[in-house]
């Protein structure tokens, strides 16, 4: 692979692979070879900060902000009425695989008027993860076209929130959002390490298929 320049508490679990990175967790492996950058995107309140604290070997790097009275005029609450604070530029993490690929994440912000800066943070991506919440198919919609405008490939995960609809089945999330039938789409909790790189990994996997010859 080629080279490039939340809504729910955090839970580390005892999955994240510490040993992939330096041994004092900030300087990168000896065996890494390809560095990658790596989008997590999708609505406001969906969970990105959660999951990049849940994977991220180093300190997670975090822009937020509470939220308050002014903002509320012009940000969504529906369904994420418990959030206190929001990105307001970037999440950053990293995460080693084997193999010696190194993800560089980097958390988009999920309101409106953050479009501006999209595509800076998108520069250099080789593929985005978007969080969706079942609770709210339609708050997904800007993003995924943001995300196919800028013509980054990218799998779906659904964070899968405790009160989150069970009577979808894969067919119709995919016929909702709209998906490719090569869109990669899986089910994830943010806040489970393993289950954050699971989805990671499908995306990792999707970009390996389309462009083989940078899988070296």
Known sequence: MAS???????????????????????????????????LVAGPFGVGKTTLIDSVSEIRPLHTEEHLSEASATVDD???????????????????????????????????????????????????????????????????LGLVEDSGLPYAVAFNDFPDAPRNHGPEQ???ALDLEPGTPMVTCDARDTNSSIDALLALVDHLITRDPLEAR
């Open 4 to 38: 490039a320049p939340s809504s729910t508490p955090s839970a580390h679990s005892s999955g994240r692979p510490r040993d992939a990175a330096g041994a004092d967790g900030i300087h990168l492996p000896d065996t890494a070879r390809d560095l990658v950058k790596i």
């Open 77 to 143: 609450l529906a369904g994420v009425r418990d959030k206190a604070s929001t990105t307001v530029a970037i999440d950053f993490g990293r995460l080693s695989l084997p193999g010696g690929v190194v993800l560089y994440l980097f958390g988009t912000p999920g309101q409106e008027r953050f479009r501006a800066l999209w595509d800076d943070i998108a520069y250099g991506a080789l593929g985005a993860l978007v969080l969706v919440d079942s609770r709210r198919l339609d708050a997904s919609f800007d993003v």
């Open 173 to 175: 999330l995919r016929r």
